[in-house]
Nanobody, 120 residues
Framework: VQLQASGGGLVQAGGSLRLSCVAS????????MGWYRQAPGKQRELVATITSGGSTNYADSVKGRFTISRDNAKNSVYLQMSSLKPEDTAVYYCKAVVAVRSITTWYQYWGQGTLVTVSS
């Protein structure tokens, strides 16, 4: 299974970006999908997650500004980021919890990361 993230870039504070991540390979089912980020010198942190049923969870720092969504038919997850701040600058990683051969066994897969830079 591979996760391919895209959509990062340079944006001014107050601007918007939309990240996309698509999972490919041998996939029986995908449970939770999510976005995490890692800023320079900091640990990776959760940004937002979404279950297969559409339940979402957000870090307090992005609530009201970011929206996570997914397209189960396309094995894809998205992150719409608005009102971006310089402190949102980080490498953003997508993650998926995937059943490959049996729904009793789940594996975590990570995308390669996409850089978001917010200038002040």
């Amino acid at each position: 299974v591979q996760l391919q993230a895209s959509g990062g870039g340079l944006v001014q504070a107050g601007g918007s970006l939309r990240l996309s991540c698509v999972a490919s390979g041998t996939i029986l089912s995908i449970n939770t999908m999510g976005w995490y980020r890692q800023a320079p010198g900091k640990q990776r942190e959760l940004v937002a997650t979404i279950t297969s049923g559409g339940s979402t969870n957000y870090a307090d720092s992005v609530k009201g500004r970011f929206t996570i969504s997914r397209d189960n038919a396309k094995n894809s997850v998205y992150l719409q980021m608005s009102s971006l701040k310089p402190e949102d600058t980080a490498v953003y990683y997508c993650k998926a919890v995937v059943a490959v051969r049996s729904i009793t066994t789940w594996y975590q897969y990570w995308g390669q990361g996409t850089l978001v830079t917010v200038s002040s």
